[in-house]
C-alpha cells in the first residue's frame, strides 16, 4: 500500500519535477508570467526573469509555452555553458535546422533569413534561454546582437531569459550596458510567504486529488521556518513528512510529522529566517533607497493621492494590483505603461494600453520625460521629478553615451517627443 491510496490521492503532490498542471499562481508568478505574455504582443520584447534555485521558473516556463498560440514560433536553449558559435548553433538546432560545420557568419545568415520568413508569414519568433546565468559575456553580446535583427518595420526576434540571481549580476557588469538597454521588462521571483506557502500546498494537495485538509494548521508554521518559503524544499519537506506520517499510520500530518521529516533530512532553519540575514536585508534596503533618481506623483482630480520614489530601473504602472504603482481605475488598463529610469532620466512608454498615454493634449508610445512633465492615465496623471542635480544627469548623459548606436536611440525617442 502507498502513501497515495493511504491519504486518498491520485497522484503524488510534491513531485520535485516541473508540471505546469501543478502550478500555484502567486502574485509574483502570476506578474512574472504576464511579463513574458508581454513579449508576443510587443515587437522588441525582451524579458529578463531571474529568481533563486527552486523558486518556480522553469514550471513558469513550462506553462507559458503550453498556451502560447500557433502563430508563435518558440526555441528553448537550457544548456547554456557553451561558446557564441555553438549558442547560434543550438538556437538554429531548436528552430529544426542542421547547423553544424558552419561558419559563424553562415549561422548568423541562415537565422537572418529565417526570421525574415517566419514574420513574412505572420509568424512571431520567441527565443528562451533557460538557466541563462552560466552564459559568458561573450554569449551575451551575441544575444544582444540578435536581438536587432530587424525588417524595414520592426524588430523580429523576441527574447526571455531565465536564470538564478547571478544572471542580474551578470547584467549590471559595465561591459553589458548595451544589453541592459535592449531588456524591457526584468523581474525577480522571490519565496512564498507564510500565507502563500499555505494556499500552495493545499492547492497541489488538491490537484493530486485530496478531498479533506491533510496538513494541520500547526504544521505550516515549521514547514515555513525550515523551507523559507522556496517552493523546492516545500516539495521535498511536504513529501517527507507524507512519508513518515504514513509510516506512522496517521491520517493528518502535524508539527512532529514535519519535524521528523525535519530530523530524516537533516536540514536546519531556513536562512531566512536567522536574524543575520534580517540584517543584511534591512542593509540592502537602505542601499536601494538612497539610490532613489526619481519621484512619481499619482494624482487624481488635482490631488496627490500616492507619491513613490524610484532608483534606477523599471516599475509597471496599471490597474493590477501586481503593478509597482497600482492605479485603481477603469480607465486604465492592467499593465498599462512602464517608467524606465535611467543614467539619462526617466523614459514613459505606452504598453498597448486601451485608452493610452498624453501629455498635454497629445497621445504618446514612448517619451523621454522633462522634470515637472505631467502625463495622463484616463482621469490620473503622474507628475515626474528628477532627484539628482543637473550637474550629476549632465555628466551621466555623457558617460553613457558609448557609441554611435546610444545617440541613435536618444534621437529616437527625441523625435517621438515631436
Known amino acids: 500500500m502507498s502513501y497515495l491510496s493511504h491519504f486518498n490521492l491520485q497522484e503524488q503532490p510534491f513531485r520535485l519535477t516541473p508540471d505546469p498542471d501543478f502550478i500555484y499562481w502567486s502574485k509574483q508568478h502570476a506578474r512574472a508570467k504576464a511579463y513574458m505574455e508581454s513579449t508576443i504582443w510587443l515587437a522588441d520584447g525582451f524579458v529578463v526573469i531571474t529568481g533563486e534555485i527552486g523558486s518556480g521558473k522553469t ?47 553562415e549561422l548568423l545568415d541562415m537565422l537572418n533569413m529565417f526570421l525574415i520568413e517566419q514574420y513574412s508569414n505572420g509568424k512571431k519568433v520567441v527565443l528562451i534561454v533557460d538557466e541563462a546565468q552560466n552564459l559568458t559575456h561573450k554569449v551575451l553580446e551575441e544575444i544582444r546582437l540578435i536581438s536587432g535583427i530587424e525588417t524595414h518595420k520592426e524588430k523580429v526576434l523576441r527574447i526571455i531569459l531565465a536564470g538564478q540571481p547571478e544572471l542580474r549580476n551578470s547584467l549590471n557588469s559595465p561591459g553589458l550596458k548595451q544589453l541592459v538597454q535592449r531588456v524591457r521588462l526584468r523581474f525577480h521571483l522571490g519565496p512564498l510567504d507564510r500565507r502563500e506557502m499555505h494556499q500552495y500546498i493545499d492547492h497541489r494537495l488538491s490537484v493530486a ?6 496538513f494541520e ?12 518559503g522556496v517552493p523546492r524544499l516545500i516539495n521535498t519537506l511536504c513529501d517527507t513528512a507524507l512519508l513518515c506520517a504514513f509510516a506512522d499510520e496517521k491520517s493528518t500530518i502535524g508539527r512532529d510529522d514535519v519535524m521528523t521529516a525535519v530530523t530524516e533530512l537533516n536540514w536546519k532553519e531556513h536562512e531566512s529566517n536567522t536574524g543575520i540575514y534580517e540584517k543584511l536585508q534591512q542593509i540592502q534596503q537602505r542601499e536601494v533607497n538612497s539610490s532613489d533618481v526619481t519621484r512619481i506623483e499619482v494624482r487624481k482630480s488635482g490631488e496627490v493621492v500616492q507619491e513613490l520614489t524610484l532608483p534606477l ?95 541613435d536611440q536618444d534621437s529616437a525617442v527625441n523625435e517621438q517627443q515631436g
Open 59 to 105: 514550471t513558469l516556463l513550462q506553462s507559458f509555452l503550453s498556451e502560447l498560440d500557433d502563430d508563435v514560433v518558440y526555441a528553448v536553449v537550457s544548456q547554456t555553458q557553451l561558446t557564441p558559435t555553438q549558442f547560434l548553433q543550438a538556437v538554429l538546432t531548436e528552430f529544426g535546422f542542421k547547423p553544424f560545420n558552419k561558419r559563424k557568419v
Open 209 to 214: 486529488g485530496a478531498t479533506s485538509n491533510l
Open 217 to 228: 494548521e500547526d504544521a505550516f508554521e515549521t514547514i515555513h521556518l525550515y523551507t523559507g
Open 313 to 407: 530601473g523599471r516599475v509597471i504602472v496599471g490597474r493590477s494590483s501586481d503593478n509597482e504603482i497600482f492605479i485603481k481605475s477603469k480607465f486604465v488598463s492592467r499593465h498599462h505603461a512602464q517608467l524606465v529610469s535611467d543614467a539619462n532620466g526617466c523614459v514613459v512608454e505606452d504598453l498597448n494600453s486601451t485608452n493610452g498615454v498624453f501629455l498635454g493634449e497629445k497621445q504618446i508610445k514612448k517619451y523621454r520625460l522633462r522634470d515637472g512633465d505631467v502625463v495622463s492615465l484616463g482621469v490620473h496623471e503622474l507628475v515626474y521629478h528628477d532627484l539628482r542635480q543637473p550637474e550629476a544627469v549632465l555628466q551621466d548623459q555623457l558617460d553613457t553615451r558609448p557609441d554611435d548606436e546610444t545617440d
